[in-house]
């Protein structure tokens, strides 16, 4: 239990610093973010995978090709709605 904690912790840091790569927004998170935005969205992207596939898999193994991408589009999907959510709080002048 430990080391799957571990290794999504691991594995959500990459996938958040290279989400934020794609997204543009790398200048502006820090390392806790980039784990913070790739764990969530992995843990969504799980979510998501299990509640429509008919087998129930759940997310794949951190240290996959699968669990990486996963781990990656999830983290998108996250900065995505955090960078939606800051720039409604801006007001345009």
Known sequence: MLWSI?????????AGW??????????QMGLVAN????????????LLVSLFTSEGGGMPEAFSIWGFVA???GAI??????S??????????
């Open 77 to 82: 999907i996250v900065i995505f709605i955090v």
């Open 84 to 93: 939606a959510i800051k720039g409604r709080g801006r007001s345009r002048v």
């Open 71 to 73: 781990a990656i589009i």
């Open 18 to 27: 290279i989400a934020s790569m794609i997204m543009g927004k790398n200048a």
């Open 35 to 46: 784990v913070l935005a790739g764990v969530i969205g992995a843990f969504i992207v799980g």
């Open 6 to 14: 571990i290794s999504w912790i691991i594995v959500g840091g990459l």
